[in-house]
């Protein structure tokens, strides 16, 4: 499906033709080290490719190709092209089309992740700034964003961006009386508040559905939500009859301190029925949901922390991953920070491979070594613990870059 290979003219002249007119990275590196892709002494394409026998699967990257070192050799004004400088191609697509055709196999766990992550991502932005005749002002800086055509005609006739199945319900999370409310900009706070069924939300009519009903109060808030659907007209959950949905809830942050001991209490709770049943643990009620967490021993052997952890390595992208390791070393409540490293550095850190190879440190086909992909991570976690005023020695036995 994919080669990397040139052929052999007899056998295969079309295909041949085709691949050395299109699909050949241009001399550069040892061969040609003025060559227009070179950066810091290296090619940026990291041309000229490694010889090798058979087709390897590398680990969060593209496949590593067969080039076998047979011999083959295009030359070209005095060029010498091996297998070393062809770019992976598909022979059917560039019979077909006839031009320059870059085709890679891409497959894994993490494309699924870069799909799901280039659909939300939003447009591409550029940061601008204006100068000049204003040196004494404070520099502006304007957001701007870039509509290509293409883009902009799919969004004009107002095609879909994406198509998701199974559905996705999204849970709120809030405190008592702090849930969002939808009003029009005419309305009065009166009028608002004279609303039907106002003070309701997903979280409160669950309590509501447990109170009465007890076929749920095996499931948790977001189990619920894949059994029973909502009915946002009256508010009120139903036994669900058919349509697969997965519950997710928000994700909060424990730097929002009792909305995330909410949070903490709800990913274990089973069958809530009110907000003061989820503050009671072996019949005392608890005045804060801190409190309850720390009764029901969710704050011992950072426990709280690690299901905080888990979920956001599942959803959330590394770099915003680090920065929560950073915003949970702050709250000064962590037993055993380097425990919590050990743990989560292989979640925390699946992204510096990629980040090292594109510095250029590394040779395109070079294993990083772990330590130096973990040593990465802290130096980055660092960072963003020096941009909050404090830094990784604070919080001995953390390991240090
Ligand atoms: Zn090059």
């Given at each position: 499906m994919i080669s990397a290979q040139l052929l052999d003219p007899q056998l295969q002249p079309l295909l041949y033709a085709k691949v050395t007119k299109y699909m050949l990275h241009g001399l550069c590196g040892v061969?040609?080290?003025?060559?227009?892709?070179?950066?810091n002494g290296k090619c940026n394409k990291h041309f000229p490719k490694e010889y090798r026998e058979r087709t390897d699967w590398a680990e969060d990257s593209y496949p590593l190709y067969a080039r076998p070192n047979n011999g083959l050799v295009f030359e070209h004004n005095g060029a010498r092209f091996t297998n070393q400088y062809v770019v992976p191609y598909c022979p059917q697509l560039l019979l077909l089309f006839d031009c320059y055709l870059n085709v890679e196999i891409s497959a894994g766990l993490g494309t699924v992740k870069y799909l799901s992550k280039y659909i939300y991502k939003g447009p591409d932005r550029a940061t601008m700034e204006i100068s000049g005749?204003?040196?004494?002002?404070?520099k502006a800086h304007l957001n701007g964003w870039f509509i290509s055509p293409i883009e902009a005609c799919w969004k004009i006739f107002e095609f879909n961006m994406h198509r998701e199945s199974p559905a996705v319900q999204c849970l709120p999370i809030h405190l008592p009386n702090e849930h969002y409310v939808n009003f029009h900009a005419h309305q009065t706070v009166n009028e608002v508040l004279a609303?039907?069924?106002?003070?309701?939300t997903q979280l409160t009519a669950w309590f509501n559905y447990d109170f009465v009903h007890d076929?749920?109060?095996?499931?948790?808030y977001w189990q619920f939500s894949q059994y029973y659907t909502w009915?946002?007209?009256?508010?009120s959950w139903y036994p669900r009859q058919w349509a697969k949905v997965i519950g997710r809830m928000y994700f909060v942050s424990p730097s929002k301190g009792e909305q995330f001991f909410l949070q903490l209490l709800l990913t274990i709770f089973?069958?809530?029925?009110?907000w003061e049943y989820l503050r009671t643990w072996n019949g005392q009620v608890f005045a804060i949901f801190k409190e309850a967490c720390m009764a029901r021993g969710l704050l011992e052997d950072d426990h709280g922390w690690r299901i905080c952890l888990e979920e956001a390595i599942a959803i959330q992208p590394r770099m915003a991953c680090r920065r929560l390791l950073a915003v949970i070393l702050l709250?000064?409540?962590?037993?055993e920070p380097h425990l919590l490293w050990d743990q989560f550095k292989a979640g925390l850190c699946d992204d510096v491979k990629h980040k090292l190879h594109h510095m250029n440190?590394?040779?395109?086909n070079q294993e990083i070594p772990e330590n130096d992909v973990y040593d990465y991570g802290l130096w980055d976690l660092n960072r963003i613990l020096v941009e909050m005023g404090?830094?990784?020695?604070?919080?001995?036995p953390m390991p240090l870059p």
């Open positions: 061969d040609n080290s003025q060559a227009k892709c070179m950066v005749g204003m040196q004494d002002e404070i609303r039907q069924n106002v003070e309701k076929d749920g109060l095996g499931l948790t009915d946002a007209k009256v508010k089973e069958g809530g029925k009110s709250t000064n409540e962590v037993a440190h590394y040779q395109a404090r830094s990784l020695t604070d919080f001995p």
